[in-house]
T-cell receptor
Framework: AQKITQTQPGMFVQEKEAVTLDCTYD???????LFWYKQPSSGEMIFLIY????DQQNATEGRYSLNFQKARKSANLVISASQLGDSAMYFC?????WGQGGKLIFGQGTELSVKP | DAMVIQNPRYQVTQFGKPVTLSCSQT?????MYWYQQKSSQAPKLLFH???????NEADTPDNFQSRRPNTSFCFLDIRSPGLGDAAMYLC?????????????FGPGTRLLVL
């Protein structure tokens, strides 16, 4: 079964508007972390934002915010005031457990295109 | 600036000819990872080093090996590359127990197998 699901293969947004990228996850581990990464066409994976399973507040980093709904097991990324440079592939990822170095489980990604 | 560096950015090799990809980091992180990412797919973990301890993923082919001679450097060796090994190879680092164990990635090496 998929542990991380991103149901939107591609999204379009108008410059300066907000956009939400969906991510749902599945785990039985009470301790986990959720990450969003941006991958431009150059290939580098750029860390955007993190949400821990025990965090009470939704994470925010500049124009990025994470809409964390634990009961629904969703961790949607909201990008406010989209810019042309936001056009990229966006990956949601989950890390189960801590302390020993472990793998990130990635979703299939959402390709975001920002229109001028 | 502290960072994760991968060399080369592009590597062309011949079918069956051994190739080594390198990764270095100035973050002093104790964990280093190698991911394989094929076109239009999500990254897939091959293995990682927790300090000097090597952790192989169960489905990583034997054709892929890794070395970590010190904290800063980690190498990915492909002993006999096949056409199916053409991919982006991403190195990442993290610090266990701190900073949410966020993984920071290098720019990647695109491998082409002829």
């Amino acid at each position: 079964a998929q542990k991380i699901t991103q149901t939107q293969p591609g999204m379009f947004v108008q410059e300066k508007e907000a956009v939400t990228l969906d991510c749902t996850y599945d785990t039985s581990d009470p301790s986990y972390g959720l990450f969003w990464y941006k991958q431009p066409s150059s290939g580098e994976m750029i860390f955007l934002i993190y949400q821990g399973s025990y965090d009470q507040q939704n994470a925010t980093e500049g124009r990025y915010s994470l809409n964390f709904q634990k009961a629904r097991k969703s961790a949607n990324l909201v990008i406010s005031a989209s810019q042309l440079g936001d056009s990229a592939m966006y990956f949601c990822a989950m890390r189960e457990g801590w302390g020993q170095g472990g793998k990130l489980i990635f979703g299939q990604g959402t390709e975001l295109s920002v229109k001028p | 600036d502290a960072m994760v560096i991968q060399n080369p950015r592009y590597q062309v090799t011949q079918f069956g000819k051994p190739v080594t990809l390198s990764c270095s980091q100035t973050l002093n992180h104790n964990v280093m990872y190698w991911y394989q990412q094929k076109s239009s797919q999500a990254p897939k973990l091959l293995f990682h080093y927790y300090d000097k301890d090597f952790n192989n993923e169960a489905d990583t082919p034997d054709n892929f090996q890794s070395r970590r001679p010190n904290t800063s450097f980690c190498f990915l060796d492909i002993r006999s590359p096949g056409l199916g090994d053409a991919a982006m190879y991403l190195c990442a680092t993290s610090t266990s127990g701190r900073n949410q164990e966020t993984q920071y990635f290098g720019p990647g090496t695109r491998l082409l197998v002829l």
